[in-house]
Nanobody, 124 residues
């Protein structure tokens, strides 16, 4: 099992930036990929981005392409989500997750371990 702890959430103005971190511990070697999802009140969990721990290949959800950047620091077992040009519709609880296998990473069911989430609020 992989333990994940998100940090970096908070309040940001529209057009601003925020960086989220996800620190992984435990059986991190068993994880092929890390992803970020978000969930706004009354909405389904939405795929944001994913990255392979080895090689760094990335994927993004359509609503964040060109504005958000996912990265990882293997030495620190930490993943990041840099969010730029933020919009009020980016307001949500953001979760990081670990997938043992890099398959269908846009689907939340492909992930085995989840963090507790961090709130991001974008004011207009």
């Amino acid at each position: 099992q992989v333990q994940l702890v998100e940090s970096g959430g908070g309040l940001v103005q529209a057009g601003g930036s925020r960086r989220l971190s996800c620190a992984a511990s435990g059986r991190t070697f068993s994880s092929d990929a890390m992803g970020w999802f978000r969930q706004a009140p009354g909405k389904e969990r939405e795929f944001v981005a994913a990255i392979l721990w080895s090689g760094g290949v990335t994927w993004y959800g359509d609503s964040v392409k060109g504005r958000f950047t996912i990265s990882r620091d293997n030495a620190k077992n930490t993943g990041y989500l840099q969010m730029d040009s933020m919009k009020p519709e980016d307001t949500a609880v953001y979760y990081c997750a670990a997938a043992r296998r890099a398959f269908r990473l846009g689907y939340y069911g492909s992930y085995n371990d989840w963090g507790q989430g961090t709130q991001v609020t974008v004011s207009s």
